[in-house]
């Protein structure tokens, strides 16, 4: 049976494809077609998880599925991007077919970009550091684990795409502070959280502010995965 690898990083963004609690490395497959594994943050994770589900699940093409900081100032929490490229130190072209199709589906339902997709090995947690990449790189948005997926789909010879829904706009970042408060996979550590909340390195607007762009990068990313299953019928 054929069927499509979904990488996700955080537990957040796997539930917006199906709602149960993911295990690092633990595979799920979902209504047949589609096999699904959290990896946590980063591209090492990625390429792991990625690697896995080709050369142990025998997948027929991969998707880097989840969230990612825009790169230009256009762009919105719950934008769609679904790049043409994918650009780390190198540029993978993701599969023309595949996206195309997707986008097709996705029509008049979200907003969907498919300029290119940086990579980076950390958050970027500044407007500096994000306008910085866009220009380096010409990309409109930023994520970490896509160019690590790419690099398995290209050595394995299968098609590729990313689908990222936009959180946080290119004027606002998550505070560098809070990615201590952060479990590898997303899940937040409440007693670190409280801590950043007393001695106020963290404010709860900030807090609300990212919950709001996470629920409507989680909205779309709930559209776009309906449109995922049907790729294969």
Same mark, same amino acid.
């Given at each position: ?5 979904? $990488? ?27 096999? #699904? ?21 025998? $997948? ?30 190198? $540029? ?10 997707? #986008? ?7 907003? #969907? ?63 560098? #502070? ?56």
């Amino acid at each position: 049976m054929k069927r499509i690898g979904i $990488v996700v990083a955080m537990q957040a963004e796997a539930r917006c494809i199906v709602r149960q609690h993911f295990q690092l490395y633990q595979p799920i497959t979902v209504r047949d077609k589609l096999i #699904v594994i959290l990896c946590g943050m980063g591209a090492q994770a990625a390429w792991r998880a990625a690697a896995e589900l080709v050369d142990q699940h025998g $997948v027929v093409a991969l998707i880097s599925f989840g969230v990612a900081g825009a790169l230009d100032a256009r762009l919105h929490s719950g934008d769609l991007v679904v790049p043409i490229s994918v650009i780390n130190e190198q $540029v993978y072209a993701t599969d023309g077919s595949l996206r195309a199709n997707l #986008v097709r589906r996705l029509s008049g339902n979200v907003n #969907v970009i498919d300029s290119p997709l940086a990579g980076s090995q950390q958050v970027l947690t500044s407007e500096q550091e994000k306008l910085a990449l866009a220009i380096r790189t010409g990309a409109c948005a930023v994520d970490m684990e896509s160019s690590a997926i790419a690099t398995v789909a290209v050595d394995r010879n299968i098609p590729f795409i990313a689908v990222r829904a936009i959180t946080d706009p290119v004027q606002y970042s998550p505070p560098a #502070v809070l990615l201590g408060a952060l479990h590898v996979d997303g899940r937040i550590k409440p007693l670190s959280l409280l801590v950043l909340l007393i001695r106020r390195q963290v404010h709860l607007t900030e807090l609300l502010r990212l919950g709001g762009g996470m629920r409507a990068a989680s909205a779309t990313l709930k559209t776009a995965i309906r449109q995922i299953e049907t790729l294969l019928d």
